[in-house]
């Protein structure tokens, strides 16, 4: 369920992007309108953009393959598929977080953002079901990859929300830095 189709790309997305290996692969979950894979392609990364709907995602460039899939009612598509980053934002379906977690290759990048306990507050959405609670991106990351950043937030723009955002690495045993 994605709520944004906003052109501009998210700024915690922008900023964990440049920590993706060069020329990696990475998918987009629930893109939507492509804003994402749109900003992946034009850094130089392999992208493959996933969504129920892609008709919503208008012309992907080179550089972008289109999946269509049910994220929620099917089997997880990317079986035995590995990815340098996962970028995931206003999107919630919490049986996929370990499916995330465990497609990423070594020193692979999750960069999430979405939603939290507290949106209500603006509007929507407003049902739990589609709200983090508190630390729960932090817990469903425990143990398996290294958190860099993580943040549990009101924002303001481009309207107020209370979110969520964390930028983790898959634990690659020949690295010792962001890279």
């Known amino acids: 369920m994605s709520h944004f189709h906003d052109a501009a790309p998210s700024a915690w997305v922008e900023r964990w992007a440049r920590h993706v290996r060069p020329g990696g692969k990475v998918l987009d979950v629930a893109c939507g309108g492509g804003r994402h894979a749109r900003l992946l392609a034009r850094m130089g990364f392999e992208v493959i953009a996933v969504d129920r709907d892609p008709a919503l995602f208008e012309g992907p460039p080179a550089g972008v393959e289109l999946r269509a899939a049910d994220l929620e009612g099917a089997p997880w598509p990317f079986e035995g598929e590995r990815f340098d980053a996962i970028v995931v934002t206003n999107y919630l379906h919490r049986p996929l977080l370990p499916r995330l977690v465990a497609s990423l290759e070594p020193g692979g ?11 209500e507050r603006f509007g929507k959405p407003s049902n739990p079901d589609y709200l983090l609670e508190p ?8 143990g398996r990859l290294r958190v860099l950043a993580f943040e549990d937030i009101v924002v303001d723009l481009p309207r107020p929300a209370a979110i969520q955002r964390i930028a983790a690495r898959e634990r690659d045993p020949a690295s010792t830095h962001l890279r």
């Open 109 to 119: 990048l999750l960069v999430y953002e979405t939603f939290a306990r507290g949106n």
């Open 135 to 142: 630390g729960e991106l932090l817990e469903a990351v425990r």
